[in-house]
């Protein structure tokens, strides 16, 4: 386990306060269009009536309409829904990697997550930033500026290590979400693509989104020659050539596994996005923001 501190430069807060972040329309028995629906009884703006049913309350009866019609109608108010944000952010040990004098994967995985919650509190809706590996430490969603800077202190210290297991980690996660949200999943997805699939078809019913960290050294092989290579997660260590050939073949497999992340994620309506650690914070954030559909 890692327990160093980690780096997490929150600067860009204010360049986001220039966004609203807003999830798409989804038909929902839990929330629809900007989290407004359609409640009878108290709310915020009298859109109609409709005919009053056995089982409804009573106060919630109109009687200025039953002196006027002598039917019963109970009157429908506009309320504000609230959304929850699940934020489930890796902290495997894979993600303790940096190629360079960049932000460790973890460390950049980290700020979209605060990101993200910053933009989720603009609408002081309840959010939560829970790491996992081979198990999830879960948070509780709550609302609110403080709540955001005490779960930034905790991430800054927060230990790495262990494998991914993103199947057993969802499986774990979704039992604690009781209604629609949105869920952000940040991670390498350097897994199994079957074990992604499975995380990805669990939270199909949400508002989902994946997004992919890598460092450049791993989305572009740039070494050659002899090289030693060491699996951070299980400490096993590879003497190898990297040849052109093999620079060649590993470029393809990477490319064939994150198109087939992106596949499945628009089988089932979800977002996928791929971010390098030396693309500017900001920047991915305006890319994320500016393809979400409205």
């Not at 409804?56 to 108010?77: C, H, M, N, P, T």
């Not at 603009?122 to 959010?127: E, L, V």
């Not at 199909?204 to 989104?209: G, P, V």
């Not at 190898?240 to 994620?265: A, F, M, P």
């Amino acid at each position: 386990m890692s327990d160093k501190r980690h780096n997490i430069d929150v600067e860009f807060f204010r360049q986001l306060d220039r966004f609203t972040f807003m999830v798409r329309k989804r038909v929902s028995t839990a929330y629809a269009g900007s989290r407004r629906s359609i409640h009878s009884g108290k709310g915020l703006d009298t859109v109609g009536y409709r005919e009053y049913y056995h089982g409804d309350e009573i106060k919630s009866i109109d009687w200025k309409a039953y002196a006027r019609s002598e039917k019963l109608y109970i009157r429908q108010f506009e309320e504000d829904k609230s959304l929850t944000t699940h934020i489930l952010l890796d902290s495997s040990k894979s993600m303790d990697y940096t190629g360079g004098d960049e932000p460790s994967k973890f460390e950049y995985a980290t700020m979209l997550a605060a990101g993200f919650a910053y933009l989720v509190t603009k609408d002081n809706d309840k959010f939560a930033i829970s790491t996992f590996s081979e198990n999830v430490e879960f948070s509780k969603p709550r609302r609110g500026r403080k709540y955001l800077l005490r779960t930034i202190e905790r991430l800054e210290t927060t230990p790495i290590g262990g494998r991914t297991d993103i199947n057993e980690c969802t499986i774990q996660y979704g039992k604690a979400i009781h209604s629609r949200s949105l869920v952000i999943l940040i991670s390498d997805f350097l897994q199994n693509p079957e074990d992604i699939d499975s995380a990805i078809y669990r939270f199909s019913d949400h508002d989902l989104i994946l997004v992919q960290v890598l460092d450049r050294s791993e989305s572009s092989l740039e070494i050659h020659g002899h090289s030693r290579l060491i699996d951070l997660e299980s400490g096993e260590k590879l003497d190898t050539y990297i040849s052109e050939d093999l620079k060649s073949e590993y470029q393809k497999k990477l490319t064939d596994h994150v198109n087939h992340i992106g596949d499945t994620c628009s089988r089932v309506g979800a977002e996928f996005y791929t971010f390098t650690t030396d693309i500017p914070i900001f920047d991915a954030f305006f890319h994320t923001i500016s393809r979400r559909k409205w």
